[in-house]
């Protein structure tokens, strides 16, 4: 009941957001919908009158469901070079091809035939008995497909929060994220409820259309295009940069400090567009310039981005060194000054149970292996500076290795499901939740100083913000940096808000 409870004095509190992202989500669902419609109904109907290439075309839809939802949405940020609503709707509409085109040919083509010669017989063109005999014959079949491509889509579309979509997804993997069972069941709540209703909304169509031909369909269809359209028109000023930031509380505290830092100095407006679900999507984003900058941490680009592990007994500032000129030279990148704090991967776990097993730094998990339960992100897992280098650096190889997404690994900890987790130095649940950071013994993990990374056209078009940011450098401690994340994730604070008042605090800001 507490958690409820809490659900409600969150809507209370987020209402103007609520309805914001539930207009995102309809809008989004709908443009979808719409599309695999105007796609599938129209192709089904062709396919059933050239049925050797039915199958194979069917087919091509088939695979495009099988592939993950969120590589689907990854892929489309590459391919159409952009992120938000448009390669949300893209990759929501392949999805929902399939169920509209197949049950569309099954539907035509399951009309008896003895109707269709009575038709021809009764000299009705091809088109005549379609409108007239088919299509009202296969609307029920037709609507079943409809509706199952409805539910997929407004359930699949929480996702696209991850690739700055908006949408109900946004509350959903904030939740995560901070493990708040509040902002998870505000966003699955409601976006179940628009499920079953747009649901309830196509059953009372496909119902009051037989016997009256396909009008009530059509009166839907127009209003549907009209909720879809009218908002495309709505101009909205574009800002003249674009700051980006990975999921979690850190990534959106530093964009919008860096935001409040160049609007206060200069003329330039800033858009700050956050949540992206990982390094990969982030720095996508960049490269197709749907972001101009975001904040990256040294470690980070050095191993996952420049596929290079640092210089043997490189300090801090030699990483970012190899980092900036790495970036430069592949990528045509300019990394601005690191700040101070280092948010460096960290293997973490209960200390009762770290006193209980006598372990301090990671090399005493050694007699663990196969004891011992890791609980992992899906990046580190995949890391150089990650698990995999705990199997080169440390010979470490556990036997019962959960992947999970990093919202819900301090949990799963705290519950006791996994022994330890990695973790970043900086992160509030490492009070909250009394983890024990292990000592890096053999220095495994290479610093992580968060700093800005920018296209060098970006910063050749604005020279101005290297100054500015510049002023950052060096500055932000881990307990401070920790301090901030505390009040976005446990106190619930506005991430731009807990962001002025530092920059108010030390001088940055009047």
């Known amino acids: 009941m507490g958690t409820y409870q809490a659900m409600i004095e969150l809507f209370q509190e987020r209402q103007d957001t609520f309805w914001t992202l539930m207009w995102e989500h309809v809008h989004m669902s709908l443009f979808s919908l719409l599309c695999a419609v105007l796609i599938s109904v129209p192709l ?152 079953l209703f747009f649901d309830f909304i196509l059953r009372m169509t496909e119902r009051t259309s037989q016997g009256k031909a396909l009008t009530p369909i059509i009166v839907v269809l127009t209003v549907s ?34 935001k409040h830092l160049i609007e206060e100095e200069t003329d330039i407006s800033v858009t700050v567009e956050s949540g992206f679900g990982s390094t990969d999507m982030a720095f996508n984003a960049l490269t197709v310039d749907e972001v101009d900058m975001y904040l990256e941490f040294t470690g980070t680009a050095l191993t996952a981005l420049l596929d290079r592990q640092p210089d043997p007994g490189s300090n801090e500032k030699e990483v970012y060194e190899q980092a900036r000129n790495g970036m430069s030279s592949k990528y045509n990148m300019a990394y601005l000054e690191p700040m101070q704090f280092n948010n460096t991967y960290a293997i973490a776990m209960k200390e009762e149970k770290a006193r209980e097993l006598g372990i301090e730094k990671i090399s005493d998990m050694e007699d663990y292996t196969k004891e011992l339960t890791a609980g992992f992100t899906f990046e580190f897992a995949d890391r150089e500076d990650g698990y995999i280098g705990m199997q080169e650096v440390y010979g470490l190889s556990f036997d019962n ?110």
């Open 401 to 510: 290795v959960e992947t999970m997404d990093q919202g819900l690994r301090t949990r799963a900890v705290e519950a006791g499901e996994v022994d330890f987790i990695d973790a970043y130095s900086t992160d509030a649940d490492m009070v909250e939740y009394d983890l024990f950071i292990l000592e890096d013994d053999k220095n495994l993990f290479p610093p992580y100083q968060g700093a800005p990374l920018l296209k060098q056209e970006t910063l050749d078009e604005h020279p101005q913000i290297e100054d500015i940011l510049n002023q950052l450098s060096g500055r932000i401690t881990n307990e401070e940096m920790q301090e901030m994340n505390y009040m976005v994730d446990y106190e619930d604070k506005d991430p731009s808000a807990v962001a002025k008042e530092y920059l108010t605090k030390n001088g940055f800001l009047p």
């Open 44 to 195: 089904g109907i062709y396919l059933s009158r050239k049925q050797r290439i039915a199958e194979p075309i069917i087919g091509a839809a088939a695979v495009l469901q099988t592939i993950p939802s969120l590589a689907l949405l990854g892929f489309m940020i590459l391919l159409l070079n952009q992120i938000g609503t448009f390669p949300a709707v893209v990759a929501l509409t392949a999805y929902a091809l399939l169920p509209i085109l197949r049950n569309t040919y099954t539907g035509i083509k399951g009309v008896d035939p003895a109707i269709k010669e009575a038709a021809t017989g009764m000299g009705m063109s091809s088109f005549r008995r379609l409108r007239k005999i088919e299509l009202p014959m296969a609307i029920p079949v037709i609507m079943a497909g409809i509706r199952t491509s409805m539910v997929l889509i407004v359930g699949t579309a929480t996702l696209a929060a991850l690739i700055s979509a908006g949408g109900l997804g946004d509350f959903i993997m904030t939740g995560i994220d901070r493990a708040d069972n509040a902002y998870i069941l505000l966003g699955a709540i409601p976006a179940a409820l628009l499920a």
């Open 225 to 258: 295009i009209l909720v879809v359209i009218i908002p495309l028109f709505s101009f909205h000023q574009k800002s003249e940069l674009v700051i980006g930031g990975k999921v979690g509380a850190e990534p959106e505290i530093i964009a919008n400090m860096y």
